[in-house]
């Protein structure tokens, strides 16, 4: 153990060592492990004999825009968005947000002056730490990223509150309320009302919530957060409000069901659209889903036998990391989600990545973080603990820790 | 039986007795039968024990942008792709087509000067009569449709080549190759050739080849149609060409999985795009439908079993046509795929299915084959025999006839 920074040289054998055990160790992405797959084993016989949906519909075949009623059901409350005002879609939440944001370019948004292709500029908020496939997909599209610092309770409203009063060119926030991807915020009641009572420059500002680890607690608490939709149709603007969500962690990575949630208005919009798109979605998943899930009870039960699998990794890397890093790094405690935000001493997270990439440690890129991939204090690395066995997780950050003291050291 | 026309108060008192019976029958959509959905029963139970593709990849995780290889095998023939140029997507190949259009809209296709977003101007060609979902497309992207007539052997190719050679704001062209929707038409090997080898003005033209039917024979005689991609690539063309298929007639309308078959710089400019939407596709699915396909074989022996299903309703839509209708009106014989197209008399359709839909009788809309919904002879009606049982094909079809007849004695 050692908590007190090193000499270089120390630093240098140590990491030597840790370079010829000949690791071969991923704490890139969060994705679910074997075990937490096999929670879902139901799920691959099913629906079994069944091809009808609780109102008559034969599942087999075409149609049904809006999703079976009985999924959206077992979501609706944990969304935050009423049943009838939450579409169950196909089989991920980021396509669905990809498509708003293509839809909003291409199609006049409800209360827009013109579409988001015909603006001579559209700029989202982005809160930093953040997701970088938010980013990307902004990024691919050309939209302008202004950064906001994420606080203990979301982001800087003042910041926040301030740049949508002043610039209409502003068309949206990303999101994600609760567990964030990568900090584990959730937001604080009074950020929520914020968001949903702010002034905006623009009619057709968007918040995007993705609200990725709505029911994914690491806890017995199981942290709730305010109504974004409900407060903001309660003050007039509901079509502010898009909701994500999906069961990509909850049963399979890929072969699970996204949900869309939004005003009438919105929806209305939205399945005008994508009516030229398709026919439906994968009603047979969702059958699949609702049978397995059953009811919130059903959810409810399964997530905490996720939790009951990946809270030790958590646990794990918050042990590692005060042994052996104590004060010579932060990192954050998340009471769900998947991820645990690291930060090193400033212009030495580049470094760490690459001396853990080169001792067969893979992390995600430092950077990744904020918009372009440019962390400009060089500091942060998320760490996506749930896939590896414990063992592994457990190796892997104790790897990272001789990483983190190397780079310090050769910094002087 | 009556097969010479009727006199008004004849054609008038015949539907009457119709309107009196009370039908409620619909034969508006190509969607298959319970009948037809109950021989892929197997698929409700399966992957069962088993998430591994046959490359061990666990199907339950993210990743495998390109889909599974096994899945893609079985269609790489039939489709006319090279296995490692087909990829296997999601839910349907009407979603992939419109993902193309807008991607192209908002990234320069391969060989593209610009965003098509960027153009003055975008016009595809809409051989008619064609497929309503693919001109709500294009219409909803404000892209122009020219119309070009289908002859027994495809589209016009005299006026396609002179068109798209003269004219470099044409971008695409939409094409049902094999049992036409909704003529029943297959592309002969000439006028494929001709699609492959031609002059565009458009550096950036593309072929949308929905081979929608590919495997949907009627008979015991198989259409093959030439290979465009193979043709396409021989002169150097092989960028024209945008290959769909789907299984939403094979096994599942909806749960059901969508392909799409490019060169390799189409492939290279599609998956660095859609990469920014998702991680990847269903592949619980895939997976599904490779163990219940199994092979070529077993791919071909399920179509067997669809086709003993529905030939006997095309057969009957023949026969009734042709005792109550005779010469007074010509439809197609199509020998696979969904569709009979009948042609009534001029600036009839519109009122054959207004009475048809007053007598319980539910048609397509006239001049949904044609873009804009508008036929300019208003003499094309799309009959789509799949659905409902054989008893029930035979009545609704004798029912039309009364309304064809009354339709064109009123005309005088």
New interface residues.
């Given amino acids: 153990m050692t908590t007190a920074p090193v000499d270089v040289d120390t630093a240098r054998s140590d990491y030597a060592a840790l370079v010829g055990r000949g690791l071969k160790l991923d704490l890139t ?1 969060g ?2 492990s ?1 075990r937490q ?1 096999d929670l ?1 084993a139901g ?9 009808k949906a609780e109102d008559g519909t ?7 825009l809006k999703g079976l009623a009985e999924l959206r059901r077992i979501f609706a409350r944990a969304l935050q968005v009423p049943v009838e005002q939450l579409l169950a879609q ?3 939440s ?2 669905l947000m ?2 708003a944001v ?1 839809q909003a ?2 199609s006049k948004l409800p209360g827009a002056e013109r579409r988001w ?1 015909d603006e001579p500029r559209v700029a989202f908020l982005c809160p930093v730490p953040g997701y970088d ?1 938010h980013f ?2 902004t990024e ?2 050309g939209i302008e990223m202004i950064q906001v610092p994420m606080n203990d309770d979301g982001p800087d409203m003042d910041l926040v509150e301030r740049l949508v009063a002043e610039d209409a060119g502003i068309k949206g926030i990303w999101c994600v309320p609760k567990y964030s991807n990568p900090s584990g915020v959730s937001f604080g009641d009074e950020t929520v009302r914020r968001l949903a009572t702010m002034t905006t420059a623009a009619p057709d500002f968007r918040i995007f919530w993705d609200n990725a680890y709505a029911v994914h607690h690491l806890t017995e608490t199981e942290t709730e957060i305010a109504d974004l939709l409900g407060l903001a149709t309660e003050v007039g603007n509901a079509d502010r409000v898009f909701v994500f969500g999906s069961t ?1 962690k909850i049963t ?4 699970g069901v996204g949900f869309f949630g939004a005003s009438e208005a919105n929806l209305a919009w939205w399945t005008g ?1 994508i009516a ?10 969702q059958l699949r889903h609702a049978l397995f899930l059953r009811d919130e009870d059903g959810l409810r039960v399964h997530m905490r036998a996720h939790a009951e699998l990946i809270a030790p990794k958590f646990a794990a890397v918050d042990r590692i990391l005060t042994e052996e890093l104590g004060d010579q790094a932060s990192w954050t405690k998340p009471a769900g989600g998947y991820f645990i935000s690291l930060t090193v001493r400033e212009g030495t997270a580049k470094e760490v990545v690459r001396l853990a990439k080169e001792a067969g440690i893979a992390l995600t890129p430092a950077g990744a973080t904020h918009p372009h991939g440019d962390d400009p204090a060089d500091a942060t690395i998320r760490i996506a603990p749930t896939f590896p066995d414990l063992s592994e997780v457990e190796e892997a950050i104790r790897g990272m820790a001789v990483c983190v003291r190397l780079a310090a050291a050769q910094k002087g």
């Fill in positions: 992405r994705k679910p074997p797959l879902s799920l691959l016989k099913l629906p079994g004999e069944q091809f034969d599942v087999r075949n075409y149609g049904g196909g089989n991920s980021l396509e990809h498509d293509v370019m291409l292709a496939r990307a997909l691919r599209f990509s399979y990575a890929g072969a659209l030229k798109r398709t026919i439906g979605p994968d009603k047979v998943n």
